[in-house]
């Protein structure tokens, strides 16, 4: 299994859905994670931390199974500037492996 | 507070040219880094520095230098320009060298043509 994994969609959702993001990553011994926002032509900017089971921040919840080595980032009533690449971070070789990113747009 | 600033913003080289990144944090952090980022291929990290006076290779170290210069300055050198190097650059730091928050700069555009 790669470090980190995400699909990389991309997700088209209509404002006010919800959406969920998963990513799967190998070192199962991880204790952070991260989500980290990039918009287009931008730097990539914390988002939110996990640090345990899951942290909820607003309309963004994120979720961590160890078991399943998995962290998910749930958006809820999408809005337009929800649009963006959704990039899963966890620690790996070097001190944090940075997903490619999972691209959503949120469509009027 | 700046944050981390990156210069420069732009820059075009031929092949075999060389030059220097500049990255600066006004954070007070003790850890850099050096990613760059291509289409499809994500943010992968060429050098880091997880306190002043130290660096390491990352995960695509060939054709690149770096130097932490102080505790607030880490810059990348290439040597000899390459049209594979033609990427976007990202400079971050943190204040620890674990798994800690990373923040990064604006980035710089590089064409090597």
């Known amino acids: 299994r790669k470090e980190v994994e995400q699909d990389p969609g991309p997700f088209n959702v209509p404002e006010g859905a919800t959406v969920a993001f998963n990513c799967t990553y190998s070192n199962s011994a991880s204790q952070s994670f991260f989500w980290y926002r990039q918009d287009c032509r931008k730097e990539p900017k914390l988002l939110m931390s996990?640090?345990?089971s899951g942290n909820e921040d607003g309309r963004f919840t994120a979720q961590l199974n160890r078991a399943s080595q998995y962290i998910s980032l749930l958006i809820r009533d999408s809005k337009l500037s929800d649009s963006a690449t959704y990039l899963c971070v966890v620690p790996g070789n070097t001190p944090l492996v940075f997903g490619k990113g999972t691209r959503l747009s949120v469509i009027a | 507070n700046a944050g981390v600033t990156q210069t420069p913003k732009f820059q075009v080289l031929k092949t075999g040219q060389s030059m220097t990144l500049q990255c600066a944090q006004d954070?007070?952090?003790?850890?850099m880094y050096w990613y760059r980022q291509d289409p499809g291929m994500g943010l992968r990290l060429i050098y880091y520095s997880a306190s002043e006076g130290t660096t390491d290779k990352g995960e695509v170290p060939n054709g690149y230098n770096v130097s932490r210069l102080n505790k607030r300055e880490f810059s990348l050198r290439l040597e000899s320009a390459a049209p594979s190097q033609t990427s976007v650059y990202f400079c971050?730091?943190?204040?620890?060298?674990?798994?800690?928050?990373?923040?990064f700069g604006p980035g710089t555009r590089l064409t090597v043509l």
């Open positions: 971050a730091s943190s204040e620890g060298p674990g798994p800690d928050t990373q923040y």
């Open positions: 996990v640090y345990s």
């Open positions: 954070m007070n952090h003790n850890s």
